[in-house]
């Protein structure tokens, strides 16, 4: 589906209109608003009127809160519209995320282990080097 499609007339999709597009309640939207990630036009009435450029806009949002950025972060790449002029702030992001998975799969293997040891958690010799340096004194 084409995305006039969505579009009611030409003067754009209300504020409902925009959060059932993209599953989300009018008042996140309005709270974007209020951060600086979102500026739609106004009709006559002074309500909030969004087009193309806003739906892409709020895709972008969305994707940069899966990637793991808050709503300031997003902001901050969004000014310029080309998030090649934040290498630096990507790349740091890219190894956070690293540090994350990492972390995560060494917690999924433990876990796997404890699955299939045939022992308690405290008697493992897998789980006794996870365990040791969590009980010295700092």
């Not at 999709?13 to 939207?29: C, D, K, N, S, Y």
Request: proline share 6%; hydrophobic share 40%.
């Amino acid at each position: 589906m084409r995305l006039n499609a969505y579009m009611k007339s030409s003067a754009g999709l209300t504020i409902g209109e925009l959060a059932h597009r993209f599953g989300l309640a009018p008042h996140v939207l309005r709270h974007w608003e209020s951060m600086g990630l979102l500026a739609p036009c106004r009709d006559g009435g002074g309500q909030r009127r969004y087009g193309e450029a806003d739906l892409v806009r709020v895709a972008l949002i969305l994707m940069g809160k899966e990637t793991g950025f808050g709503l300031r972060e997003i902001r901050d790449l969004l000014v310029t519209g080309n998030p090649m002029d934040h290498r630096d702030r990507l790349r740091q992001h890219v190894a956070e995320l690293e540090a994350r998975i990492a972390a995560a799969t060494a917690a999924k293997e433990l876990i796997e282990h404890a699955l299939t040891c045939p022992l308690p958690f405290a008697e493992c010799p897998h789980a006794q080097p996870e365990t040791a340096p969590r009980t010295r004194a700092r």
